[in-house]
């Protein structure tokens, strides 16, 4: 079973300056996807960046980039020049590559940024 | 693109009627649609997989006679909650699979339906 951990209930951070958002996952896999989507307050689910396991480079979407660590099962999410627009729950997941494409969703992590 | 919609936005019923809400892609066909609930402040949970032309998977512990899922079409899969109750309220997303590049398969989710049972 797969099972991923976001430790952080609540975060904040100042206009334009970076944040770091934490997610642990577990699974016995070696082919995977990693992704960190965005739920603002429309409540409507946003892909913000995916990570593929057996690509060693880490992914970056403009202001956003992570921290994969595949040995200690770490994918930590960075934002860069916080937004106003950043504000909202954000998602660590886990889906298979092979087999069933089920998407294993942490418990989130609500930011808030502060003008 | 890839735009999923759900029909209602939200709905409000009575204690022991049923609530049909509706998961369309409007620009791509969609062999799998997944179901997820979302109670307030929490993460979203699957609830079953939705595959076109045969049965949903269920997961453990969603009861599949009480949520009725129908994915008649590669473009429309429908989850209808029967003899709801109060403790059914919450919100319930929707997402299509869609094929991006040669070998992934992307979720796309759709608006959620926030699903208020008195």
């Known amino acids: 079973a797969q099972t991923v951990t976001q430790s952080q209930p609540e975060m904040s951070v100042q206009e334009a300056e970076t944040v770091t958002l934490s997610c642990t996952y577990d699974?016995?896999?070696?082919?995977?996807?990693l992704f960190w989507y965005k739920q603002p307050p429309s409540r409507q689910m946003i892909l913000v960046i995916r990570?593929?396991?057996?690509?060693?480079q880490n992914a970056t979407e403009n202001r956003f980039s992570v921290n994969f660590q595949k040995a200690a099962k770490s994918f930590s999410l960075k934002i860069s020049d916080s937004q106003l627009g950043d504000t909202a729950m954000y998602f660590c997941?886990?889906?298979?590559?092979?087999?069933?494409?089920?998407?294993?969703f942490g418990t989130g992590t609500r930011l808030t940024v502060i003008p | 693109g890839a735009v999923v919609s759900q029909h209602p936005s939200w709905v409000i019923c009575k204690s022991g009627t049923s609530v049909k809400i509706e998961c369309r892609s409007l620009d791509f066909q969609a062999t799998t649609m997944f179901w997820y609930r979302q109670f307030p402040k929490q993460s979203l949970m699957l609830m079953a997989t939705?595959?076109?032309?045969?049965?949903?998977?269920?997961e453990q512990g969603v009861e599949k006679d009480k949520f009725l899922i129908n994915h008649a079409s590669l473009t429309l899969s429908t989850l209808t909650v029967t003899s709801a109750h109060p403790e059914d309220s919450s919100f319930y997303i929707c997402?299509?699979?869609?094929?991006?590049?040669?070998?992934?398969?992307?979720?796309?989710f759709g608006p959620g339906t926030r699903l208020t049972v008195l």
């Open positions: 990570q593929e396991a057996y690509k060693q």
């Open positions: 939705s595959n076109e032309g045969s049965k949903a998977t269920y």
């Open positions: 997941a886990f889906m298979k590559q092979t087999g069933a494409n089920n998407l294993f």
């Open positions: 699974t016995s896999e070696n082919n995977y996807y």
């Open positions: 997402s299509a699979e869609k094929l991006v590049g040669k070998s992934y398969n992307e979720q796309f």
